[in-house]
């Protein structure tokens, strides 16, 4: 599985869940796919505890925007590249059968939500978390995130995972950086 217009390549991820295929999504040369985007907010910001069907920890930044936002520089181009992950993905034959769950998620009750997973290590989010104050920078604990400061993120495309028994995929969005200028 390869695309020689978005130039991306697909990794068999070393993974232990046997229902859940996954592969990294990286550039054909093995390089990461690094997106930028600029001045947005995290209202929900990091989220740890999610419940599914079991109690599992995830390491999140979901960002809102209202629907008054749509027309917003960072929510057009965010969704532009999400989309364009996305809709390639879902020509694979593989996958026509198969239900795509979107890290954009249209919710009533607040407008859209984008899904982004942090790094973790040992169940700590190791993603870095950088305040920039009077054009210094320094890294800070992720007990900082201020939800009412705009973040600049660099994020990529993880990994494409496809759940053979109930028949979903996804791909995985992680980000590398958050920066926030503090004044």
Same mark, same amino acid.
């Given at each position: /599985?390869? $695309?020689? +217009?978005?130039?991306?390549?697909?990794?068999?991820?070393?993974n232990?869940?046997?229902?859940? +295929?996954k592969?990294?999504?990286?550039?054909?040369?093995?390089?990461k796919?690094i997106?930028?985007?600029?001045?947005?907010?995290?209202?929900?910001?990091?989220?740890?505890?999610?419940?599914?069907k079991c109690?599992?920890?995830?390491?999140?930044?979901?960002i809102?925007f209202?629907?008054?936002e749509f027309?917003d520089?960072s929510?057009?181009? /965010?969704k532009?590249?999400?989309d364009?992950?996305e809709?390639?993905?879902?020509?694979?034959d593989e996958l026509t059968?198969?239900?795509l769950i979107?890290n954009?998620i249209?919710?009533?009750?607040?407008?859209?939500?984008i899904?982004?997973?942090?790094k973790?290590?040992?169940?700590?989010t190791?993603?870095?978390?950088?305040? /920039?104050?009077?054009l210094?920078? +320094?890294q800070?604990e992720w007990i900082?995130? $201020?939800k +009412?400061?705009?973040?600049?993120?660099d994020?990529?495309p993880?990994?494409?995972w496809i759940?053979?028994?109930d028949?979903?995929?996804?791909?995985?969005l992680?980000?590398?950086?958050?920066?926030?200028?503090?004044?």
């Open positions: /599985m390869s $695309d020689t +217009e978005l130039n991306i390549s697909l990794i068999p991820y070393k232990k869940n046997k229902n859940i +295929e592969y990294h999504v990286l550039r054909q040369n093995s390089s796919i997106y930028k985007i600029c001045n947005v907010f995290a209202p929900f910001g990091r989220q740890i505890d999610h419940q599914t109690i599992i920890n995830q390491h999140r930044l979901n809102c209202t629907r008054q027309n520089k929510y057009i181009e /965010m532009k590249i999400i364009e992950l809709s390639y993905f879902a020509d694979f059968d198969y239900k979107s954009i249209d919710r009533d009750s607040y407008g859209i939500v899904r982004f997973h942090l973790t290590n040992k169940n700590n190791v993603t870095p978390l950088i305040h /920039m104050k009077n210094e920078s +320094e800070v900082s995130f $201020d +009412e400061v705009k973040i600049n993120i994020f990529s993880d990994s494409l759940n053979h028994i028949k979903t995929y996804g791909i995985s992680v980000i590398n950086k958050v920066f926030q200028f503090i004044v």
